[in-house]
């Protein structure tokens, strides 16, 4: 579930993951205020539609179920996930409460996102993005500058492939630090031959000073100290947001990247790397739910990660990932002593079973919804568990994605549009774009980044994480590091919908520092 202000009017789009996505609803709630109760009764109202109604199978339940895995087994959506403001984080809560769901969880990507704000406070990160979004700012605002630096740049080439152009940093992007600081350091070289070739002209123009200390030593070693983690953590976030992407990615990719803090990225100062993990850990805490962490132990691929990470306390309870599972196994049971006793006893069968190494072998390759459709049937109270756990998504992209969809439909050009054929052109859409798509389950890859991560590097040359490497194919969503997609990410408020990188006007050398203090601030 995603919500915005589009058109000046609170809109909400619902999206159900089967696991291909299918906008079901879009809810619009007019001049109405965006509070939990008006957001519970237009989730309500599209929940109780046809198309919900159409997209989900009836499930068979495992004999001797109680009423809590009877509603995770049978029919009605099993999990709400949205983003972060307070009002749609209370509206999910009391979704659940009511019984509209069994459990609820923030967005991960959003989660992720976060992680790299918490990130641009610290050192080395805070100095490498002024200096980067000065840069940036500075070459692609000031019409002058921006010509002499693409003819500087034209010949350049960084690590055999040409040198990209700068991207400035926008909040609409998702870890938008990852790709302008990126750019940034690619693009250090031709940005030295700019300001030279501009000082030894006839006509020089004005360089800001901020511009002039971003292209000397030491703001070149804060970038470079920085564009490694962010880069896989810009990683991490386009596989959560891939529409194939498993829930048990959410604690795979988050625990792993956690622990890696530990042993790799010594280019970092050790006070920010610890200031890193409590982030990782602040916000799996105030996002996740213990049901991904039960995905994580149901998935193969994450075996080998299982002990290396079991000792980790997150959130603000301290609560390790193994007790995150038995919590989940416990809601599961409902109060019902026997059937917890049952499902902790497959559990440690299914964990066994999963440790084999024909086993590990097999979940690197497919879609952890795949091995328990082919192997987990002799496993009869967690295969219907399983099932549609591993249909879940760990992010709410498919709402946000609707809305790029919406964007198209009601455009500029088309702003007289009634609003209800806005919706039906947008189920259209969006729909037709998922349906043409290859099945995201049969199509599941792991990617590089998830393959590093399990094994915390040990296997692979670190170097391997070169640009354009980071994002691989996992989860139908990754690639490179400038490819992620994003959309507003509201923090406490949703954001009025825009585009990435809407074109600005051209400014003056001496309004290059102003901008960036009001970009950053």
């Known amino acids: ?84 403001p307070s009002n749609m984080v ?39 993005l002024r200096h980067a979004v000065s840069a940036a700012v500075f070459v692609t605002r000031c019409a002058r500058a921006g010509a002499l630096h693409i003819q500087s740049a034209s010949n350049m080439t960084f690590n055999g492939r040409r040198v990209r152009s700068l991207k400035p940093y926008s909040r609409t992007r998702w870890v938008g630090q990852a790709v302008t600081v990126s750019a940034a350091q690619e693009n250090m070289a031709a940005l030295r031959l700019t300001l030279f070739s501009n000082g030894c002209a006839e006509h020089p123009f004005d360089v800001p000073a901020s511009v002039t200390a971003a292209v ?48 790799h990225f010594l280019e970092l100062p050790a006070a920010t790397r610890q200031a890193l993990q409590d982030s990782i850990s602040k916000r799996f805490g105030a996002f996740s739910d213990p049901m991904a962490a039960l ?90 568990i399983a099932i549609r756990l591993f249909c879940l998504p760990p992010s709410a992209a498919g709402g946000e994605r609707a809305f790029k969809a919406l964007g198209h439909v009601f455009s500029p050009r088309r702003n007289r549009t009634a609003s209800e054929h806005v919706d039906t052109l947008t189920r259209i859409m969006f729909n037709a774009a998922s349906l043409r798509r290859r099945n995201p389950v049969t199509s599941f890859s792991r990617s ?33 590091v400038d490819d992620e997609g994003g959309e507003a990410d509201g923090d406490e408020e949703g954001g009025e919908y825009e585009e990435d990188d809407a074109p600005g006007s051209d400014l003056e050398p001496d309004e290059v520092d102003a901008f960036v203090n009001e970009l950053l601030a």
């Open 1 to 84: 579930i995603d919500g915005a202000t589009f058109n000046h009017k609170g809109v909400i789009n619902v999206v159900i993951y089967t696991p291909r996505p299918l906008l079901i609803g879009t809810a619009r709630l007019g001049t109405e205020p965006s509070s939990a109760v008006n957001l519970r009764a237009a989730l309500t109202g599209v929940l109780a539609g046809p198309m919900m109604a159409a997209a989900l199978p009836q499930a068979q339940v495992a004999g001797g179920a109680v009423t809590a895995m009877q509603r995770f087994c049978g029919r009605g959506p099993q999990m709400l996930v949205t983003d972060s």
């Open 90 to 128: 209370r509206m999910r809560t009391e979704a659940v409460r009511a019984g509209a769901a069994v459990f609820s969880l923030g967005c991960a990507a959003h989660a992720g996102n976060l992680v790299a704000r918490d990130a641009a406070k610290m050192p080395p990160f805070s100095s490498a």
């Open 216 to 263: 000397e030593a030491a703001s070149a070693a804060a970038i470079d100290q920085s564009v490694p983690f962010l880069r896989v953590l810009a990683a991490v976030v386009a596989l959560l947001e891939g529409d194939g992407a498993p829930l048990s990615s959410y604690a795979g990719l988050f625990s792993t990247l956690r622990s890696s803090l530990d042993t």
């Open 295 to 384: 995905a994580f132990y149901l998935d193969g691929f994450w075996t080998p990660a299982r002990g290396r990470v079991a000792g980790l306390r997150w959130g603000e309870d301290g609560r390790t990932l193994p007790a995150l599972r038995d919590a989940a196994v416990e809601t599961l049971a409902g109060g019902d002593a026997g059937l917890l006793g049952a499902l902790r006893s497959e559990l440690s069968e299914v964990l066994a079973f999963l440790g084999q190494p024909e086993q590990e072998e097999a979940c690197r390759v497919v879609h952890p919804l795949t091995w328990w459709r082919l192997s987990g049937e002799c496993f009869p109270l967690w295969h219907p």
């Open 448 to 480: 590089s980044t998830e393959k590093k991560l399990l094994l915390f590097w040990e296997e692979h040359d670190a170097g391997a994480m070169a640009p354009g490497a980071a994002g691989g194919g996992g989860g139908g969503g990754g690639g490179a």
